[in-house]
């Protein structure tokens, strides 16, 4: 069975800090990837995707980057943090990309602080 | 712009009481309609729709969706303090990610 992992589950970073948090995917192969931040009465903003090694889509221009250096990895990054960076942040992927259903890691609460 | 909206936001009731939760959305080239529960860290399926008229069910959940109408319900008989959570709706379109809505928070109390 495909089973998708992320972390850290929790972080606490400075202003102007970077951040990494990463995700994997197992028990599958070619999967979609996703990133997600969920802030508070927001909802689930996309965004970064990517359909293979080193394609990726970015849904709204922000300080986040995303990088996908194996199949079944998945990396969101940041070179200098905001405030506004805070939330939950959410790895997901699926193998048929287009209205199929999508599953979602553990999660990752990040704070800046 | 495609959009997904939920309604109500939020919403309280007693155990045993009968909710229906609404999502109305707008998405072009639209696939189907996904249903999420969240508690509290990672979302889990509960359904996808993709045809009208033909209701799902889930225990004691259901959902059902008016392709007509551009909108899904989400239902949920006999609520349990489990239950408490926050329900998302989805829309999936041709070729691209999941659109979500913004949530209902439902709070189940004894």
């Known amino acids: 069975s495909q089973t998708i992992h992320q972390w850290p589950a929790t972080l606490v970073q400075p202003v102007g800090s970077p951040l990494s948090l990463e995700c994997t995917v197992e028990?599958?192969?070619?999967?979609?990837l996703y990133w997600y931040r969920q802030a508070a009465g927001r909802g689930l903003q996309l965004l970064f995707y990517?359909?293979?090694?080193?394609?990726i889509s970015s849904e709204v221009p922000q300080n986040l980057s995303a990088s996908r250096p194996q199949d079944r990895q998945f990396i969101l990054s940041s070179k200098k943090l905001l405030l506004s960076d805070s939330g939950f942040y959410l790895c997901a992927w699926d193998r048929l990309r287009g209205g199929n259903t999508i599953y979602f890691g553990e999660g990752s609460w990040l704070t800046v602080v | 712009e495609d959009k997904v909206v939920q309604s109500p936001l939020s919403l309280v009731v007693h155990e045993g009481d009968t909710v229906t939760l609404n999502c109305s959305y707008e998405v072009t080239n639209f696939r189907s309609l996904l249903w999420y529960k969240q508690e509290k860290k990672a979302p889990t399926f509960l359904f996808m729709l993709?045809?009208?008229?033909i209701e799902k069910k889930s225990g004691r959940l259901s959902s059902i969706l008016d392709k007509k109408e551009l909108f899904s319900i989400l239902n949920i008989t006999a609520t349990q303090t489990g239950d408490s959570a926050i329900y998302l709706c989805a829309g999936g379109q041709a070729g691209t990610a999941l659109i979500f809505g913004k949530g209902t928070t439902l709070s189940v109390s004894s």
């Open positions: 993709t045809s009208s008229g």
């Open positions: 028990g599958t192969s070619n999967p979609n």
């Open positions: 990517s359909v293979g090694i080193g394609q």
